[in-house]
Every structure is written in structure tokens, then in C-alpha cells.
């Protein structure tokens, strides 16, 4: 299993390419089972997870085809994917792939809305508390799906099709609204979704979803309208820059000092975390290209977050802005109110030297003058970020077991940092 090696005590100087969002190609990716015609995808990350989705398409019955794809090569190497589902061969997600991934439950709802019927398994996914699905059932209930449980697997019918109504969430769900908004776009009438989430990531969804032919509003607000339209045909999208990725890098850069240039990234994307960064003593400035961020000889400033469905401080930054706190020049409060038990880096941040307290949905960071390489283990996407961070300022060598959680989600991540003078490299066995 690779591991990263990182040498800490660099700068980092240069520039960084950001990638297209992770939780935007995914679903993107799973839209293409709403028609029959090619959806073609641009500014596609090449992740381990796009590959795995790719395969699961795959089963049933989408063909993916990629731009400058390398001969030889099993993975996605270009950045322009062709998705066409001509016809629907299976409408069963298995428990071996939607395991691997959480987002691939997210087929539900387009099988639904195209074949009137889907067997999905349950979950897995990262390793952050529970993650239920009750929201997308009773979503798709409320939209006339019968809906049970057998063996691990949720097994949805609606012979007649679906049929437009009223869905309001009782608490915000980015992938319960991306699987209501999918199955809506193929129902009769319309679907009103209220406390939708506004993440970026659900208003590309919807872009999208227009081109492809379907009727929406208000997309990135609280409140979604779906007319339903009878077939929806083939499109072109270029999928948004990842705003996780960029808060990562740009608290990579906090935390080692230095300047980058995060070239394609959107500041509008992640206003508050940029905004905590500003506060920590970083100055973050748009460029033409992107996003500049830089951090001089003063130390960091102590701040505390909170995290929030959008457009509040991601929880997917969480991790990573924890690991600068462990460095800077005070007291820290870290609050998580989306996930449960998503503190497994504090264990792990600790071998490194960083005094960080629990106290329930709250971690206390108290900031130390030097963290210490030592090996480490990633133990969920954002998580192991957060160490690669953490190892980029630590004194001596971090080695970072398990990267494969990385791989899920960062694009040539050792590449990226190695560019801006990173001591890093991936150790394959
Ligand atoms: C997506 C993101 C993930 C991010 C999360 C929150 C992708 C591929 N993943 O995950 O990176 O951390 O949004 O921004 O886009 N919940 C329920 N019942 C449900 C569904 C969710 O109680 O049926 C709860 C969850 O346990 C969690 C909260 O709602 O506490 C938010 O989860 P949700 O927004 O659904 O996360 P995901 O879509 O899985």
C-alpha cells in the first residue's frame, strides 16, 4: 500500500493548479443515467473515486470514454470524460460498490426517475459517524416511490413513475437534495424541495441538469423548483474548481508560510473559510488567474470555527484547518455540527506533537511552537490531508500509511506540493 513521505520546514513558493470539485463531478457523473444521449463532462479530477464511480456506471449499462487517455493506463487521464447510458442494463447498485463509496447511492434517484425502479445497498463511504439516508427515502417517498428495506438493500418502485410534490427537509443533506433533484427532473408535474442545500456543488448539478433539457429554479438557494420533463438529452459541462482542494492548499500555505498562486480557483466558493484564513494572519487576494495566498514571518493567529452547511465553514476544511491551529499562537475551539466522531485526525495530529483536547462536538487546540515528524496513519479523506499539512511544517520526517484515502480525493497531491518546493514523495510497494 503507498504511503506519502513528507520532510518538513518548507516554504511553499509556486504555483498550483486546481483541479475540478470532487463532489461536483460525482454527481455530474451519476446524471448521465438520466438520459439516453452522451453527457460529456470537462475539468473532470483524476481521483480514485471518478474511477470507481466509472465502474459502477459501468454496471448499469453507462459507457465512459476519456479524452487523452494514456494507452496502457487504467486510469482517468484526461480531463474530458463522455458518459452515455443508452440503455439501463441493471438497476441494481451492489453492496461491493456503493460500500466503497457513499455518493453512489445517489443512482437511486435517477433510476427511479428513468426505470421506475432501483435496488441500491446501504452505504459506507468514510469512516465519520453514522451517515444515514433517511432523508433521500422519505425525498423520494414524498415523490411516490415505494420504498423497503430487504438485506442491506433499499428496493424502490414506482410503476407509475414519479410524481411532483412538496419535499421539505427537516435538516440540510447535499447528497439527499442531489438525489431528489436528479429523480424530480423525469417526474410528472413539479417538486418543490425546501431546505435544500445551497453547496456550489448542487447548483452545478443543476446547471447541468438544464442543459440536459430539464426546468429548474432556484438551484443554490433553500428552496428548489423542478418542473418535470418527459426525457432529458445530452449535453456539455465543465465541472467547477474544487473549493476543498483550495481551502487545502491555501491552509498550506498558512500553515508553511510562503506565496501560491491557486490557479482556477474561486474565492466566491468558499468565502468563509478564506475569511477564518484572513483572520489567522494570511492574506488571501483574487488574481486574474485565481487566488493568491500568501503568509509572511508572523506566526498564526488562534481562531475558532464552526463548521455549517453552506454557505457557513465547510466541514470538509475542518481537518485541515485544525492541523494549522496546532501551530499557532494560542488557543483554539474547533466545533464539528455536521458529522459526528469526524475528529479522528486528533489522535493522529497528536503523534505529531499537537495538544489538541476533545470535549464532545468541540476540540481545543492549543497551539504548539514545533510539531515533530513521526508516522502517521490517514484514516479518512479530509483527515489524511490535514496530516500531509501537519508534516509539511513538522520538524524531520512524516511518514503518512494509508494514502489511498487521499488518493479518493486529491489530484496529484505530492506533485502539486512538490512543485512549490514541498519536501514530499509517495513510497510505492
Ligand atoms: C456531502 C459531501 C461531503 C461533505 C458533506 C457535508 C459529496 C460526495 N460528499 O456528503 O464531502 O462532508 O456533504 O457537506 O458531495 N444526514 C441524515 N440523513 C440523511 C442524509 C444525511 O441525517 O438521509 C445527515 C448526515 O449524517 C450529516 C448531515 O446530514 O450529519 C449532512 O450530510 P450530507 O449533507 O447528506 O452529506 P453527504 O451528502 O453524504
Known sequence: MDRIRIRGGQRLNGEIPISGAKNAALPLMIASLLTDDTLTLRNMP??????????????????????????????????????????????????????????????????????????????????????????????????????????????????????????????????????????????????????????PEVRDLADCLVKMGAKIEGAGTDTISIQG???????????????????????????TGGDVELIGAQGDLLDAALDTLRQTGVTVDKTNRGLRVARNG????????????????????????????TMAKGRSEITENIFENRFMHVQELARLGANIQLDGDKAIVTGVDTLNGAQVMATDLRASVSLVIAGLAAEGETVINRVYHLDRGFERIERKLGDCGADISRLSE
Not at 464511480?53 to 470524460?81: E, F, S, Y
Not at 432529458?232 to 483550495?246: F, K, N, S, Y
Not at 454557505?311 to 484547518?321: E, N, R, S, V, Y
Request: aromatic share 4%; hydrophobic share 45%.
Open 46 to 199: 483524476r481521483l480514485a473515486d471518478v474511477n470507481l464511480l466509472a465502474r459502477i456506471l459501468g454496471n448499469h449499462g453507462a459507457d465512459m470514454t476519456v479524452d487523452g487517455k494514456r494507452h496502457g493506463c487504467n486510469n482517468v487521464q484526461g480531463d474530458t470524460v463522455h458518459l452515455t447510458a443508452r440503455t439501463i442494463v441493471d438497476t441494481t447498485a451492489p453492496y461491493e460498490f456503493v460500500s466503497r463509496m457513499r455518493a453512489s447511492f445517489w443512482v437511486l434517484g435517477p433510476l427511479l426517475g428513468r426505470c421506475h425502479e432501483a435496488r441500491v445497498s446501504l452505504p459506507g463511504g468514510c469512516a465519520i459517524g453514522t451517515r444515514p439516508v433517511d432523508l433521500h427515502i422519505s425525498g423520494l417517498a414524498a415523490l411516490g416511490a415505494d420504498i423497503d428495506l430487504e438485506d442491506g438493500y433499499v428496493i424502490a418502485t414506482a410503476p407509475k413513475g414519479l410524481i411532483g410534490a412538496r419535499v421539505s427537509f427537516p435538516k440540510v443533506s447535499v447528497g439527499a437534495t442531489h438525489n431528489v433533484l436528479m429523480a424530480a427532473t423525469l417526474a410528472r408535474g413539479e417538486t418543490v424541495i425546501e431546505n435544500a442545500a445551497r453547496e
Open 229 to 255: 420533463v418527459e426525457r432529458l438529452h445530452g449535453a456539455t459541462h465543465r465541472v467547477l474548481p474544487d473549493r476543498i482542494e483550495t481551502g487545502t492548499y491555501a491552509m498550506a500555505v498558512a500553515m
Open 298 to 325: 508572523s506566526g498564526i493567529e488562534p481562531v475558532d470555527v464552526s463548521t455549517s452547511p453552506f454557505p457557513g465553514f465547510p466541514t470538509d476544511l475542518q481537518a485541515q484547518f485544525m492541523a494549522l491551529m
